[in-house]
């Protein structure tokens, strides 16, 4: 069994030990195993579209973000910033996507769960997904952009990802145990590295050049109040991950800040419907990934309804 921060010193991790040195290192960021052979096939049929393989990248954090990292890219981005997947995917093109999920798919890092933090490959997945959706439907009902919103949930654990591997290369024995929102491990890694996964997290997507707008939030994820500029989409990433959390392990969070709530212009009423409506998409989705072989689904995408055959890897 590994050890758990209260029985480390303080001095255990370097006090010159700084978010920015930690995702200097990081070498890959794991993507969700289920999603990638089916973008992958997706590639493969010249009938498929790009609003096709939108809709299956906006599913996988890894290679979201390594899409959105491409489209901004000096050879890509010709002066102009991308801030959405659609975007991203539109500009770096067909050939390009499919060379990204042929490497991802050929990494055995992307099937790695997060052992410091004691989460399966398949649950940081879930997070993912679970809280871009809810930021997304939060983000309908105030002047935000979805797109946006929707990204900075599918992203905002990429500090745990960080965070884990440097942990796992210094520290191996060690444990992360989640407390209860809002604060989960951030308490624990404040006390044993002086910063949290969320600050590791913005100092990764600046290193990627994510704009602030994007990893502000995520560095203010568990204190929104604290950022004047970034508050507002700070709080939306916190009310999303409550959302998160209830939607799949149940009604046993406490109930979200009424502070936080009014901030995003959300009452606790519809707090719950969004639980309820985060549940439900979340079922779809796993009903169309973990599909039995030969087994159809209708799925809806920008260009129309259309039959999707989903393959049992």
Same mark, same amino acid.
């Given at each position: 069994m590994g050890k758990s921060v209260s029985a480390l010193s303080p001095t255990?991790?370097?006090?010159?030990?700084?978010?920015?040195?930690?995702?200097?290192?990081?070498?890959?960021?794991?993507?969700?195993?289920?999603?990638?052979?089916?973008?992958?096939? #997706?590639? =493969?049929?010249?009938?498929? +579209?790009?609003?096709? @393989?939108?809709? $299956? &990248?906006?599913?996988?954090?890894?290679?979201?973000?390594?899409?959105?990292?491409?489209?901004?890219?000096?050879?890509?981005?010709?002066g102009l910033?991308?801030?959405?997947?659609?975007?991203?995917?539109?500009?770096?093109?067909?050939?390009?996507?499919?060379? #990204?999920? =042929?490497?991802?798919?050929? +990494?055995?890092?992307? @099937?790695?769960? $997060? &052992?410091?933090y004691q989460v399966e490959a398949d649950g940081l997945w879930e997070n993912a997904i679970a809280c871009?959706?809810?930021?997304?439907?939060?983000?309908?009902?105030?002047?935000?952009?979805?797109?946006i919103a929707y990204t900075i949930g599918l992203l905002h654990q990429v500090g745990m990802v960080a965070v884990n591997e440097w942990l796992e290369r210094s520290m191996p024995q060690?444990?992360?145990?989640?407390?209860?929102?809002?604060?989960?491990?951030c308490e624990e890694e404040r006390r044993l590295l002086g910063f949290h996964n969320g600050e590791a997290g913005a100092a990764l997507l600046r290193?990627?050049?994510?704009?602030?707008?994007?990893?502000?939030?995520v560095r203010w994820q568990y204190l929104p109040a604290a950022t004047a500029a970034h508050g507002q989409l700070a709080s939306?990433?916190?009310?999303?991950?409550?959302?998160?959390?209830?939607?799949?392990?149940?009604?046993?969070?406490?109930?979200?800040?009424?502070?936080?709530l009014r901030k995003v212009a959300i009452n606790t009423s519809r707090a719950k419907q969004l639980v309820e409506a985060v549940r439900a998409e979340l079922g779809r989705i796993r009903a169309i990934l973990g599909a039995a072989e030969s087994e159809r689904h209708v799925m809806g995408f920008p260009s129309g309804m259309r039959e999707v055959v989903a393959v049992r890897d």
């Amino acid at each position: 069994m590994g050890k758990s921060v209260s029985a480390l010193s303080p001095t255990s991790v370097s006090a010159r030990t700084t978010p920015e040195d930690i995702v200097r290192q990081l070498t890959h960021l794991p993507s969700a195993p289920r999603v990638l052979p089916k973008l992958k096939r #997706l590639l =493969s049929d010249s009938n498929s +579209s790009l609003h096709e @393989v939108v809709d $299956l &990248v906006r599913l996988d954090p890894g290679i979201a973000a390594r899409v959105l990292q491409i489209g901004n890219s000096a050879y890509y981005n010709q002066g102009l910033r991308c801030y959405t997947v659609d975007e991203a995917v539109h500009r770096v093109g067909y050939e390009q996507i499919y060379q #990204l999920v =042929s490497n991802a798919v050929a +990494s055995e890092v992307l @099937v790695r769960p $997060l &052992v410091v933090y004691q989460v399966e490959a398949d649950g940081l997945w879930e997070n993912a997904i679970a809280c871009a959706i809810a930021a997304e439907m939060i983000a309908a009902g105030l002047n935000i952009d979805r797109d946006i919103a929707y990204t900075i949930g599918l992203l905002h654990q990429v500090g745990m990802v960080a965070v884990n591997e440097w942990l796992e290369r210094s520290m191996p024995q060690l444990r992360f145990t989640r407390g209860a929102l809002p604060l989960e491990t951030c308490e624990e890694e404040r006390r044993l590295l002086g910063f949290h996964n969320g600050e590791a997290g913005a100092a990764l997507l600046r290193l990627w050049d994510f704009p602030a707008v994007m990893s502000e939030p995520v560095r203010w994820q568990y204190l929104p109040a604290a950022t004047a500029a970034h508050g507002q989409l700070a709080s939306l990433l916190n009310l999303a991950k409550w959302i998160r959390t209830v939607a799949i392990e149940g009604d046993g969070a406490r109930p979200p800040d009424e502070r936080l709530l009014r901030k995003v212009a959300i009452n606790t009423s519809r707090a719950k419907q969004l639980v309820e409506a985060v549940r439900a998409e979340l079922g779809r989705i796993r009903a169309i990934l973990g599909a039995a072989e030969s087994e159809r689904h209708v799925m809806g995408f920008p260009s129309g309804m259309r039959e999707v055959v989903a393959v049992r890897d």
